[in-house]
């Protein structure tokens, strides 16, 4: 027998007894929030945040829990610290419950940019692979739009964030970035997701990372805001996590909505992207509508706005 402690915060102590609530023992000692016993070991959690792992396979439970936290101290009877201040996601998060976000149409002149949050319980992660989801970006439109619609039957819990247009350029013309933009809606889109799933377990939060998670950090402080406990950052996770390959599904639709609207609003076909064939479409719309309807449709302090007077 051998025992392990791990000091932990409230929002992982929460997640431990929602995970092992089947297995809770009905008089836990004092002190103690709750003990578990499973095949593995005896778990007992303490007011305090330490968590003792007792018994004859304590590794297979406390690797459950390892990395949950940005700045998780171990210690164990080797009495070997161990300071673990990463980002990174650890390794077993993605065939667990989990929470993934994504963005869509920032590189794009003309239409919002999306967000979407997802949470994907371990049971449903077979499932969506059948369905076909993957990073949207290797799915064509049409295919994009039908998994989302798929996506909305299935009892998936998601949140999606919509900055449009006009807003957007308000908020670049007050000094925000892109970067702080999409920081903010991916913060947005995560909160209003936990609200969602309340007390559900889920072993992370996994954003597909767009800049340094310490700017990440930086964008979210400036509006009085801070990372959620459990929040990893890693790129290209669409192909990691199939709930960020499910936000970048859902997040992509929304756009695409939403460029459909635009476009039968102005009588034109919007184009995606940033190329030559945009600049000559701005101009032509620049030609019938006046200078504020730009400022309804698209971003307006891509290059592309400028290039267009060689069309006018
Ligand atoms: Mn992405």
Redesign the pocket.
């Given at each position: 027998m051998s025992y392990q402690t791990m000091k932990v915060d409230k929002v992982t102590i929460n997640n431990m007894q929602v995970h092992y609530k089947h297995v809770l023992d009905n008089k836990p000692p004092q002190g103690a929030i709750f003990r578990a016993k499973t095949e593995n070991a005896v778990i007992t959690a303490y007011q305090s945040g330490k968590v003792l792992f007792q018994g004859k396979n304590v590794d297979a439970e406390v690797n459950k829990w390892q990395g949950n936290d940005a700045d998780l101290t171990l210690s164990s009877n080797s009495h070997i610290k161990k300071q673990v201040t990463t980002y990174t996601p650890p390794n077993n998060i993605f065939t667990q419950s989990h929470i993934g976000s994504?963005?869509s149409g920032t590189g794009d002149y003309f239409g919002p940019i999306t967000t979407a949050a997802v949470y994907v319980t371990t049971e449903q992660i077979s499932l969506l692979k059948q369905l076909g989801i993957q990073d949207s970006k290797a799915i064509n439109d049409k295919n994009v739009q039908a998994l989302a619609k798929e996506l909305a039957t299935m009892n998936i819990p998601y949140s999606l964030m919509i900055l449009h247009n006009g807003k957007y350029n308000r908020l670049q013309q007050s000094g925000w970035s892109q970067g702080k933009m999409k920081a903010m809606l991916h913060h947005a889109a995560i909160n209003q997701l936990l609200k969602k799933i309340e007390s559900s377990f889920y072993k992370g939060i996994v954003i597909?990372q767009?800049c340094q998670p310490t700017v990440y950090e930086r964008y979210l402080a400036s509006e009085q805001q801070s990372i959620p406990p459990h929040t990893f950052f890693m790129t290209k996770?669409?192909n990691s996590s199939i709930a960020?390959a499910a936000g970048?599904v859902i997040a992509r639709a929304s756009f695409l909505q939403e460029m459909e609207r635009l476009s039968e609003q102005i009588g034109h076909s919007l184009l995606k992207g940033a190329s030559k064939q945009v600049d000559k479409l701005i101009a032509t719309i620049m030609k019938e509508n006046d200078e504020s309807t730009l400022q309804q449709i698209a971003k307006v302090h891509f290059a592309n706005t400028k290039k267009a007077a060689a069309y006018m």
């Open positions: 994504d963005e597909d767009f996770a669409e960020v970048s």
